[in-house]
Nanobody, 129 residues
């Protein structure tokens, strides 16, 4: 059974940093494209970052480029989202997701929620001014 568990969310002041973790079980992350999405109250879930299977190509929402970094540790079967220089508008519930579609080229990653097959429960990130 595939499970994803996010952690690392919390309350931080604008300009601060957080590192989100997504621990996977039931599947090897080395063979899985992974993404981070977020959803603010009253808004649709939006893409934040993604990392392909191999080689590791990364993708970012324009507004987080240069501030967020997605990475994976295959030995720990965990994906991370390092978030620096946080802004109030980054406040949302953050979800990690796994793409198990074997037809997708291994050097690519999905950028839409529909591209992903498994989701975690989410972790709240709140940035105060």
């Amino acid at each position: 059974q595939v499970q994803l568990a996010e952690s690392g969310g919390g309350l931080v002041q604008a300009g601060g940093s957080l590192r989100l973790s997504c621990a996977a079980s039931g599947m090897p992350l080395s063979r899985t494209g992974m993404g981070w999405f977020r959803q603010a109250p009253g808004q649709e879930r939006e893409f934040v970052a993604a990392i392909s299977r191999n080689p590791t190509t990364t993708y970012y929402k324009d507004s987080v480029k240069g501030r967020f970094t997605i990475s994976r540790d295959n030995a720990k079967n965990t994906v991370y989202l390092q978030m620096n220089m946080l802004k109030v508008e980054d406040t949302a519930v953050y979800f990690c997701a796994a793409d198990r579609k074997i037809w997708r080229p291994i050097s690519q990653a999905g950028l839409s929620p529909d591209d992903y097959d498994y989701w975690g429960q989410g972790t709240q990130v709140t940035v105060s001014s």
